[in-house]
């Protein structure tokens, strides 16, 4: 298929030569430093969700010294909101089918937990809402997931419907509507995990930690810029927003780009674009690499593949065939299979016959994630080393 898929595994002799081989880079480019006077950009590209944010995050953490208390209590605000959000995606959905719960009582927790407001200004008279956040709809300029905006100063989740979900998510019909239905309305990845630590969540003193805040999930406006060092290599890495109104704004970060990182987002072969529901999201996702990768703005780059989410599509894909969605494809229920043919269906669309380098990631896992950015390093290395004249 043109490029080699990596795995988790890795052969001791064949890591040793690798990190030879890598070290004599790293020394070839402390002795070309004066050669090479830029930071090695890197640019986060694939559509929307598909893990770009995640892995900005990671970079925090592994190379930042992670998240302070301050910043993650950040992130307070938008675990509430992703929590909130998904519980009641799944009692509409429920309520759509017609579906019952096991008792009355679950019907009415179902009921008090779809009719919970998490904005402020919702509690209170209209007094005191007015005197606090003024009267009206909420200026244009505030953005629900932002933790600074005035909607979410002092935002609380109540420990009541904490205690809602967590009696109600162990409701049967929760579970089949879950399993059986995922593919027919939108629910985040990180849903399930927020559900279990529902309690947590809900404590008054509740401050998010490092998997909370990888998990959350935000929604990227404009440019996201970060800056690290990767041993002795200074990165320079741009996170831009995935949805299609975003995409304009990419042009802008195209000019002296060392690498590409494009994700994909493996577990959404069975869901639709938020901002068009008939487009299938992975479907959308090659079409958008087919562009980036046929580019005439990068015809000297080398595009880093990282298909995302194998965690969330290892569970996946034994519930909802593959093929259900993508027809030619006949692997059935392999795990293996089914993401290699993913990636040759990425590869058919390398015209440019660009060097790819592929990689099966999960975002959320620190080690992982760890793990491919040492594999990436040299490729990294190789890439500014060409920028830079010397190979």
Known sequence: ???????????????????????????????????????????????????????????????????????????????YRNLIDSAQEVIAEIKKLGYEYKSSQNQLLAEKIYAYNLDPR?????????????????????????????????????????????????????????????????????ANYFFKEVMRIGEPDYLPNQDDVLRARQKTYGIIETRFMMGQLSIHMFDVGGQRSERKKWIHCFDSVTSIIFCTSLSEYDQTLLEEKKQNRLQESLILFESIINSRWFLRTSLILFLNKIDVFKVKIMKIPLKRHFHEYNGGRDVNKAAKYILWRFMQLNRAKLSVYPHLTEATDTNNIKLVFAALKETILQNALKDSGVL
């Open 1 to 79: 298929m043109g490029a080699r898929m990596s795995c988790f595994n890795f052969d001791d002799s064949a890591s040793d030569r690798a990190k030879a081989h890598s070290d004599a880079l790293q020394r070839q480019l402390d002795k070309e430093n004066k050669k090479l006077k830029r930071e090695c950009k890197i640019l986060l590209l694939g559509s929307g969700e598909s893990g770009k944010s995640t892995i900005v995050k990671q970079m925090k953490i592994l190379h930042k010294g992670g998240f302070s208390p301050e910043e993650r209590l950040h992130y307070r605000s938008i675990v």
């Open 122 to 190: 919702q509690k209170g008279s209209s007094s005191e809402r007015a005197v606090l956040y003024g009267p009206g709809p909420l200026p244009a300029n505030e953005n629900p997931y932002d933790p600074s905006s005035t909607v979410n100063r002092g935002l609380t989740f109540n420990h009541e419907i904490a205690e809602a979900i967590d009696v109600l998510w162990k409701d049967p019909v929760i579970t089949r509507v879950m399993d059986e239905h995922s593919d027919e309305f939108y629910l985040m990845d990180s």
